[in-house]
């Protein structure tokens, strides 16, 4: 094993020891069996005015219905040279899945009865319905009464859209609309004749183009030799509509983020993609990618750009907020994940996210309420009840510290212990393993994350971690069973940087390295007697045990039968050649005869490895005397030890 996957052997948490920002992409919550209830009822739900497009929400609660039909009116012309219009806005900002709102468009209907306006909208609402009431199982795994209901909304929106093409046949938006209805009601053999209609009246409409293209995917039917003949009609309309590209620019991402690592890992994919074509969706996922690696400055440039491009996606403002609050920009993160919940009311995490920062900025009323609103989209979540309680208690008693207890996710066992003060984390945050033993141990200054103590399954302290900025950084400390320092060095974002040393349990040291960025930089230098063996210096040492970091805690050569611990074999060397080496490990009695025989093997890339085996004396068989280790690397000795054993 080299000295870095040693190093990385012990940190098994990831470098970044606070919240994932990347991660919760997708609604937070698992989807019910049912159709989910109203997040905001009536009254609660206010339009976010400095978005584009909310005047609408805003014009239709407070019933302005013949201005708003006055308004859009003009947006259902056909697009043409701009690829979309102010329309999919409207139709995005009021498409919302409240189910009270559906006498709000009803009696707006009937103000305007003669306009398409109100019968689109309401068209697309009722397919929202539809979506959210069917969930995201396949249809085969999907309970009949939701299905049931799913078809009951989209013959609404069906009837709808009957009424407004008898109105307006000129506009395409129809047509985009029974395409997402008509896949999912299993009608393959009809849509391309519903698209074809809709191209006939506007060829730019991306929403009509895009629509088809995921008709077109096996899960709904169609298949993978369809979906690239589609693309290949596209291609063809890239120079007059240069924004359908970004349909293609979809299946690039698609397949980046179906390959494995991290979003991190893949920037320059990412990059590549953006070169093809640029919109908010590539901006997003270069933000993600950015801040998955703590590269919070680059990672804005490109979340802004997604908002300013689409401001409508859920998911950029909830990111956005967590890296304003990461940045010590409470008041925008909070801002910013209010917009998150507001613009996708059934992500549990956006609520959590915003009770979180609430709760930060010592809002408790507001905090409690976003918890609450959590618990009510994810009701088996007993996680929040938890921060519900917490904050009850906070308010009441601001001044005094307060502790939140989070169960499992089995509520089977406690899993952590939080003490906080004034809203955040102050002191001791305590996580405890299976047998309800802590793991680990973080301690906190105001809300900041110092530093954390990892434990060994055993119980001791095995490692103390410097944190900076909710990265390992700083000193770092390896601790031994009885409490002593067996390794120092510096963390650097988690690599591994200037000097490390290793030691035995009475402080002398083993051998020392310097790193930088992770790597070993130069050669190890071993403190206990070596030699040289065809360029190489090797050394051979006995132990009474082998730390956690795979070094001895001592240098011995005497050992007692009657303490029946094991006599454990340690080499190690510099200036190995790279690939895989196998070591044996001999050893041999007071009378000469081989009671253990171990091979090991294993792989360097830096020239640096080690190796042990151990054998536990047999107090009944093996007798005192004069015994003989004797070590070889790939068939040749390197190494002899002559041991007393009492």
Same mark, same amino acid.
């Given at each position: 094993m080299s000295a870095k996957h @040693?190093?990385?052997? $012990?940190? $098994?948490?990831?470098?970044?020891?606070? $919240?994932? $920002?990347?991660?919760?992409d997708a609604v937070a919550r698992e989807k019910l069996d049912s159709v989910p209830p109203d997040i905001f009822t009536e009254g609660a739900l206010q339009p976010e005015l400095a978005l584009p497009g909310e005047q609408y929400l805003e014009m239709l609660l407070n019933r302005r219905y013949e201005e708003l039909t006055q308004v859009l009116e003009p947006y259902l012309k056909p697009v043409q040279g701009k690829g979309s219009s102010e329309f999919d806005t409207a139709l995005t900002v009021l498409g919302r899945t409240e189910k009270w709102l559906e006498k709000y468009f009803s009696e707006w209907v009937e103000a305007t009865p003669d306009s398409a306006v109100p019968y689109l909208v309401r068209s697309n609402y009722y397919t929202e319905q539809g979506l959210e009431a069917r969930g995201e199982k396949y249809l085969r795994e999907t309970p009949r009464a939701q299905i049931s209901e799913m078809k009951r909304l989209f013959k609404l929106s069906f009837g709808d859209i009957d009424k407004a093409t008898s109105l307006n046949d000129l506009t395409a938006y129809p047509y985009a609309m029974k395409l997402n209805m008509a896949m999912r009601l299993g009608k393959h053999e009809e849509l391309r004749g519903i698209y074809e209609a809709g191209i006939k009246r506007d060829p730019a409409l991306y929403w009509l183009s895009n629509a088809y293209y995921w008709t077109q995917v096996p899960a709904w039917g169609g298949s993978v030799a369809d979906q690239n003949r589609f693309l290949g009609e596209l291609k063809r309309q890239y120079s007059k509509y240069p924004w359908l590209k970004g349909i293609e620019l979809d299946v690039m991402i698609d397949d980046i983020n179906q390959k494995p690592g991290e979003p991190c890992d893949k920037i320059p994919e990412y990059r590549k993609a953006l070169e093809f074509h640029e919109n908010s969706w590539i901006n997003y996922q270069l933000g993600r990618a950015y801040s998955c690696n703590r590269d919070f400055k680059e990672a804005l440039v490109y979340l802004r750009k997604s908002i300013e491009q689409w401001p409508h996606r859920a998911i950029t403002w909830r990111l956005l907020g967590a890296i304003e609050h990461e940045k010590g920009r409470h008041d925008k993160a909070y801002d910013a994940s209010r917009i998150a919940t507001h613009l996708n009311p059934q992500d549990d995490f956006a609520f959590f996210q915003l009770g979180n920062i609430a709760l930060y900025l010592e809002k408790y009323p507001e905090a409690e309420q976003a918890y609450l609103l959590a618990s009510l989209v994810s009701p088996g979540n007993a996680s929040y009840s938890e921060y519900i309680g917490l904050v009850k208690r906070s308010a009441a008693d601001p001044n005094s510290p307060q502790q939140l207890a989070l169960l499992t996710d089995d509520e089977s066992r406690v899993a952590s212990k939080t003490t906080y003060l004034?809203? +955040?984390?102050?002191? @001791?945050?305590?996580?405890?393993d299976e047998a309800n033993?802590?793991?680990?141990? @973080?301690?906190?200054?105001?809300g900041k994350l110092k530093y954390s103590d990892l434990f060994h399954p055993d119980g001791y302290r095995a490692t103390r971690l410097s944190v900076k900025v909710d990265l390992y950084s700083g000193p770092y400390w390896e601790y031994s069973p009885s409490g002593k320092v067996i390794s120092l060095g510096t963390l650097d974002k988690g690599n591994a940087e200037g000097l490390l040393v290793r030691s035995f349990e009475n402080g002398k040291p083993l051998y020392s390295g310097v790193y930088e960025n992770g790597q070993k930089k130069g050669k190890i230098k071993f403190w206990v007697p070596s030699k040289q063996i065809d360029g190489m210096t090797v050394i051979a040492v006995a132990a009474n045990g082998i730390s956690h970091v795979n070094t001895p805690l001592s240098a011995q050569t005497t050992f007692h039968l009657k303490d029946g611990k094991p006599i454990y074999l340690y080499t190690a060397m510099e200036g190995l050649s790279a690939g895989k080496h196998e070591v044996i490990f001999k050893l041999y009695d007071s009378q000469g005869e081989e009671c253990m025989e171990v091979p090991v093997s294993g792989s360097t890339e830096d020239g640096f490895n080690f190796y042990y085996a151990y054998y536990t004396p047999n107090k009944k068989e093996d007798q005192p005397g004069?015994? +003989?280790?004797?070590?070889?690397?790939?068939?040749? @000795?390197?190494a002899t030890m002559p041991l007393t054993v009492l």
């Open positions: @040693q190093i990385f052997a $012990l940190l $098994l948490l990831p470098i970044t020891v606070g $919240l994932c $920002l990347w991660m919760q004034h809203g +955040k984390k102050n002191g @001791q945050s305590i996580f405890y033993r802590p793991r680990e141990v @973080q301690y906190f200054e105001d004069d015994w +003989k280790a004797v070590i070889f690397l790939d068939g040749d @000795q390197i």
